[in-house]
Structure formats: structure tokens, C-alpha cells
């Protein structure tokens, strides 16, 4: 199965904030979107960094309070790694648990296209072991 498909189910929308944000401010934002991380970007297509739950409290463990009135850009990962439609989700599974990351910015064509979180890739691999577990049942009880 390619990205694409995750991407088809689920909606390109992507939830950004700026890089000048304040850490509270993201805070807010993965609340209000619902989501484990914020890809930051300027203008929605470039993808400058990504800012996750975990990017947060550590650096409330290490810094206090305080980190919440700093911007984004202090605590984000700058090194972030992406996937394009066309990549497979196994390879994506691969690289998910080889860097430790929980969500990963798709690009296609250089712009932000949407974003896969491991529980998309679980999901959809649950989704391939049901239709091969319906395929093998028809076929046994074919014969």
C-alpha cells in the first residue's frame, strides 16, 4: 500500500504553526487539532520543522515553565524526516521505528501534502491483514 492511500482516507490537512509561535501557543494548537504533533512552517507548504507532545515536555523537564513563553523554533526538531505519496507504507513503518518518530510531513513536489502518524500506518496495515484474512476465507470456503 502506498502513502497516498492513508493520505486519500484521511485528508491532506495538516496542522502548522509559525516558528516565532510561543510553545504555549502550540500547546494550544495540538489540543485544539487534536494531534500529536505541528509540522512548522511559514506558509503551509515548507516544512521549516515539526513539534511534537514529546518535544514539549521534555523541554519542560529541562527548562520549566518558562519554555512556554519562548517560540517554537527552541524546542522543534529542524532535522525533519519526509515521505512522498508514491513511498510504501511498509518503508515508512521501517523508518518510523529506526528514528523513533511518531509522524512523518509528506512532500510531493516540495510542498507539504499531509502528514502520517504511526497509528495511520497501524491502521492501515490492520485494514491489508483483514482483506487478506476475507480473501483466504473466501477462497477455503470456495473449494
Wanted: overall charge negative; hydrophobic content about 45%; cysteine-free.
Amino acid at each position: 500500500m502506498q502513502i497516498s492511500a492513508i493520505l486519500k482516507s484521511k485528508g491532506p490537512s495538516v496542522a502548522t504553526i509559525g516558528r516565532d509561535a510561543t510553545v504555549a501557543a502550540a500547546v494550544a494548537e495540538l489540543a485544539r487539532h487534536n494531534v500529536g504533533a505541528l509540522v512548522v512552517s511559514s506558509d503551509g507548504r515548507a516544512v521549516e520543522g515539526i513539534i511534537s507532545e514529546r518535544d514539549v515536555t521534555r523541554a519542560l523537564d529541562r527548562l520549566g515553565g518558562t519554555i512556554l513563553d519562548k517560540p517554537v523554533h527552541m524546542i522543534m526538531s529542524s532535522e525533519v524526516r519526509t515521505v512522498s505519496p508514491d513511498e510504501k507504507v511498509e518503508s515508512l513503518a521501517v523508518m518510523m521505528t529506526e528514528y523513533r518518530i511518531r509522524h512523518v510531513p509528506v512532500l510531493e513536489d516540495g510542498a507539504l501534502a499531509g502528514i502520517v502518524s504511526i497509528g495511520d500506518v497501524v491502521k492501515s496495515r490492520i485494514e491489508e491483514l483483514e482483506e487478506d484474512r476475507d480473501a483466504l476465507f473466501k477462497y477455503i470456503n470456495a473449494r
